[in-house]
């Protein structure tokens, strides 16, 4: 694989948790929603969150308060709570000493994958940053988003590898040509991946499998 791209949420920064909690609470104590599934919504963004529900539960609720209570704590996740997940330093050192491009490609707003990129100084480690807010077409599972940051490479979305960890995510990787690892941490909320080219349940065996497929040493593609 000519280059690696990393999904934000639940890959390289341990948002997921905090946003499971949060987005939990909104949908049972503000509009009564006590059976969504939470995982459904991870790799959404709000827009597409809410005609999920329009679609799965009926929901009504006014969309401008839906967004307000969905989306008011979840800046100051990024701003103050999440870090770094374990291996991703390594990761990207490793695709650095091998002049491997690296890109991120998220579902989350622009505002938000820049509060990440800066908090953790990443800005260097990027060739391509795509957010839900850099592309014309619909976000994950859509797969314009990864044709996009490959096209921002000059590569083709089949010579790319894509980490991510939603179904939404892994969705749009392999609908786009992406090679896709599926991360489903064994430690970590139930996450939908097995859609993916493979699957790695921990830090060490994302870092392993992302250097052998790197090396042209791909698993069998499901």
């Known amino acids: 694989m000519d280059a690696v791209l990393f ?6 920064v341990d948002s997921v948790t905090h ?5 939990e609470r909104v949908l049972w104590d503000e509009f009564d929603l006590t059976t969504v599934d939470i995982e459904a919504l991870i790799g959404l963004n709000t827009h597409d969150k809410y005609e999920y529900l329009v ?22 996740v990024y701003e103050e709570a999440v870090e770094l997940l374990p291996g991703v330093e390594m990761s990207f050192e490793w695709l650095a000493n091998r002049s491997v491009p690296i890109g991120l490609v998220s ?18 480690c990027f060739e391509t940053v795509v ?12 797969p314009a988003i990864y044709c996009h940051a490959a096209a921002e490479l000059g590569m083709d979305p089949a010579d790319c590898l894509a980490i991510e960890d939603s179904p939404h995510g892994v969705t749009a990787a ?20 097995e859609h993916a080219d493979e699957i ?22 499901q």
């Open 7 to 12: 999904d934000m949420d639940g890959v390289l």
């Open 19 to 23: 946003k499971y909690e949060h987005w």
């Open 107 to 124: 579902a989350a707003s622009r505002p938000r994958v820049d509060t990440v990129v800066d908090r953790f100084d990443l800005d260097d």
């Open 55 to 76: 679609d799965t539960h009926g929901f009504e609720a006014d969309r401008r308060r839906f967004a307000r209570l969905l989306n008011e704590d979840v800046d100051r």
């Open 174 to 193: 392999t609908r786009a040509g992406a090679y896709c690892i599926g991360y489903a941490p064994a430690d970590g909320p139930t996450r939908d991946v």
């Open 200 to 221: 790695v349940t921990s830090p060490a065996d994302l870092h392993e499998r992302l250097r052998a497929v790197v090396n042209g040493e791909p698993g069998n593609r």
């Open 131 to 142: 957010s839900a807010d850099d592309i014309d077409g619909d976000s994950k599972p859509d």
